[in-house]
């Protein structure tokens, strides 16, 4: 059974590292926990330090879960196609012709489910677009422009060409610019081309409002059959996706100018129980009926968010004692802990912060799921 919401869980979550706000935890809290004045920028350590601190816990009991509370993605993660007992078509009894079971449970979204077919790679999820870079000599700095845009007039991101963070720079060649355009869709560092372009940080584009960004709403990889070609995947559910609109040079008329050529969103998607392929999102398992890879080895390729999004009060509870065991750790810190001779003394609250935290993260590991 899988638990939707619990009265106890946490509902105020507003991450920024910065500040001392994390996903599982806050810095208020752990000065709570520790009953010392809330940290500052001028506390030792600061609330920015603390933030890294649980940036660092929330990775731990992620890895020791083997699951996460986060949504976090995982791209491109290569399976064996395993065929059930039955044979086509799917019958009575099997309603699938074979599965995967995914590293990671707790599926929010898959993103692109990509079979191959033999002779190609093909997406059988969500909603694509394209974008085909062919002549990076034709790309003009801070004018050639890669234009994505939401349903219903919705909110526009300008991609554009460039050498600043907020752009994909062109300067080098086809390929590397649509790794460099790759990037700036991801906001990913260190991206594939930082040690070329001497980047130092995390790529990223918002709106014309500066309300949401680019990764809010897409993903991008490179098509593995063509590096010079970028898929786009639309992040809204398939039908939605499809709606999405991509342009050149801030005119819905233009798909090709200045060495590039965009691909609109199209529909790749045919999921549910008696369609192509259907899931279950909580055990991490997708079953294929009707669209299937040709062959078994290393035959289907994922890439998906996991993570509930759900933060229960017990994991809140257990990162907050884990960032108050760091900041005891803290020869500096101390200063802000003062022992007594009626109180227990620094080893022994970090003894049983540890302890009692560990205990809750043992308890929330996930376990193997077996299927026939």
Not at 1 to 30: C, E, F, I, L, R
Request: hydrophobic share 30%; glycine share 8%.
């Amino acid at each position: 059974m899988s638990q939707y919401s619990s009265p106890s869980d946490t509902t105020t979550v507003n991450p920024n590292y910065s500040t001392g706000n994390g996903y599982y935890t806050t810095a208020d809290k752990v000065a709570e926990l520790l009953q010392i004045p809330p940290f500052t920028s001028t506390t030792t350590p600061m609330h920015s330090e603390v933030g890294e601190f649980i940036k660092r816990i929330e990775d731990f009991i992620d890895n020791k879960t083997k699951t996460s509370w986060r949504r976090l993605l995982f791209e491109n993660e290569y399976h064996n196609f395993t065929t059930g007992v039955g044979h086509y078509p799917a019958g009575r009894w099997r309603d699938y012709l074979g599965f995967v079971q995914l590293d990671r449970h707790s599926i929010s979204k898959m993103v692109r489910i990509d079979i191959w077919e033999g002779n190609q790679w093909t997406n059988i999820c969500g909603a694509e677009a394209s974008v085909t870079l062919n002549d990076y000599t034709s790309m003009v700095s801070g004018t050639t422009q890669i234009n994505l845009r939401l349903p219903n007039s919705g909110l526009i991101f300008n991609l554009l060409a460039g050498t600043t963070n907020s752009r994909f720079d062109t300067t080098y060649g086809n390929k590397t610019a649509a790794r460099e355009l790759v990037s700036l869709i991801n906001e990913r560092y260190p991206s594939d081309t930082a040690s070329l372009t001497g980047s130092t940080q995390a790529k990223g584009q918002t709106d014309t409002t500066g309300a949401k960004q680019v990764s809010d709403f897409f993903y991008a990889t490179i098509d593995s059959e063509d590096s010079n070609k970028v898929l786009i995947s639309s992040l809204l559910p398939s039908d939605d996706g499809a709606n999405c609109s991509i342009y050149l040079n801030g005119s819905s008329s233009t798909t090709s100018a200045h060495g590039l050529e965009v691909n609109s969103f199209t529909d790749k998607e045919d999921s549910g129980r008696m369609n192509e392929w259907w899931k279950i999102g909580r055990e991490g398992r997708i079953f294929f009926r009707d669209k299937y890879p040709y062959i078994h080895l290393n035959s289907v390729r994922v890439t998906y968010f996991s993570g509930s999004g759900r933060i229960p009060a017990v994991i809140t509870d257990a990162a907050t004692k884990l960032v108050a065991c760091e900041i005891l750790r803290s020869d500096d810190a101390t200063v802000l802990i003062t022992e007594s001779g009626n109180q227990i003394s620094v080893k022994e609250k970090y003894d049983i912060l540890r302890k009692e935290a560990m205990e809750i993260v043992d308890g929330k590991k996930e376990g193997v799921f077996l299927i026939e």
